[in-house]
């Protein structure tokens, strides 16, 4: 506790001082010897913003800030984690990626031309040697535009109104729904349901949406919706009627499975060497598509109706290996 108690006195003592302190007054300070100053000043420079300046043959040293700001002050390794986003974002054309270039740029601006510099040398080699993966999949581009409207039309408690071309139909046609949530991934979603109707919330394609804008009818969902409620209802984004999944787990792949998350809502249960996987959702097609990865390591237990999709998907996923490997 003592060390503690001094280190944080010459903390108080550096960001006190207006002309800065030398070793030697720092040692005097906290009443220890100068090579215990020395580690405590190390110490004490890993967390703050600790100037220092040369006057004649010795070198004074200071906090420039209050300590607080030593905490709200970011280090390369966060603003290198938020440029690899940003990055990834600009190749996938994601549209929150216009928010967070923002935010990286306030960021950066917000440092001084000291802390810039002392960021960019680690900053340039965190950022060339990391990168988030960009997994397969479509490639869409949405507006972040439109993103920035709904999300105001949001904040707002106001309808949304756009033209929608789904994948079926020959021409748009026009919509207006009450914004109740929206979900991103690979392609993002908004989702909606028609101000003027009971029906149940709907997922629209934002890449799919054109003069998207707030509309002067006022629309919020009720204060009780829970998206990740609505969100846990499925294996993935389509909707359907739930069913009573058990998926079992072969020996050699328990360990594999603990560490893996299927549902929110998943339970595990021991049966022997094995284990038992179960859960409530709908979903089945994209459940099917997930279990394939498991395939030699997973039984489907549960239901019939997930069972025929895949056997369906097995039949269909042949054609892969054309016609002459098939009949082999």
Known sequence: MSN?????????????SIEGLTLDEMAAEVSVKRRTVERMRNVIQMHFDLDDSI???????????????AYTRPNAQEVAALQAVVDAGQRDGTPQ?????????KIKAALDSRERQRLDNDLDL???LQRSRVAAGPAVIASPKDLTTIQAAILTGQC??????PDSAASASWRRIVPYGLIHGPITYVLGKRPDRDDLPYLFRLDRMDQVRQSDVLGCPPED??????????????????????LRVR????????AWRFHPHQ??????DELRVRFHSGGLLELANHLFAWAGDLVIEEPVALKEIMARRLMVAQSLLGAEQVDR
């Open 4 to 16: 503690l108690d001094r280190t944080l006195h010459l903390v108080r003592a550096l960001t006190e």
């Open 55 to 69: 006057e004649g043959r010795s070198k004074r040293f200071r906090i420039k800030d209050s300590p607080g700001r």
């Open 97 to 105: 990626v216009e928010s967070l270039r923002s935010l990286l740029a």
């Open 126 to 128: 965190l950022t060339r």
């Open 160 to 165: 949304v109104e756009f033209d929608y071309s």
């Open 225 to 246: 919706w829970d998206l990740d409620v609505w969100l846990a209802d499925s294996f993935g984004i389509w909707r359907e009627d739930g069913h009573d999944i058990v």
């Open 251 to 258: 020996p050699d792949a328990v360990e594999r499975a603990r």
């Open 267 to 272: 339970q595990l249960e021991e049966d022997g």
